[in-house]
């Protein structure tokens, strides 16, 4: 069973920056991790996503401004997020499956994070 728990959101201007951690119990280092959001109003949807290989994949929206990265030691994955908008406020939630591929899809993924609320102000 793993359990994984994000911290770091909060309030920001835009064109500010927030990173993001989620923190695992359990051994993660050979899951994929990833990072979804939700909007008030809208549906769960992909924002990144590692491989346990390293290899990365990201959403259209946010290339060029997230990193994904993950620290196998300390069990913890993170959402470095520059050049923030608003339509990058969201609860941001963590997750994580085991196996070899991408996984972008919502239900793909097997364990989740309590979420953690960012809000970018104009």
């Known amino acids: 069973q793993v359990q994984l728990v994000e911290s770091g959101g909060g309030l920001v201007q835009a064109g500010g920056s927030l990173r993001l951690s989620c923190a695992a119990s359990?051994?993660?280092?050979?899951?994929?991790m990833g990072w979804f959001r939700q909007a008030p109003g809208k549906e769960r949807e992909f924002v990144a996503t590692?491989?346990?290989?390293?290899?990365?994949y990201y959403a259209d929206s946010v290339k060029g401004r997230f990193i994904i990265s993950r620290d196998n030691a300390k069990q913890t994955v993170y959402l470095q997020m520059n050049s923030l908008n608003p339509d990058d406020t969201a609860v941001y939630y963590c997750?994580?499956?085991?196996?070899?591929?991408?996984?972008?899809?919502?239900?793909?993924?097997?364990?989740w994070g309590q979420g953690t609320q960012v809000t970018v102000s104009s």
């Open positions: 590692m491989k346990w290989s390293g290899g990365t």
């Open positions: 997750a994580a499956r085991q196996g070899i591929y991408v996984y972008t899809v919502e239900n793909e993924y097997d364990y």
């Open positions: 359990g051994r993660t280092s050979s899951y994929a």
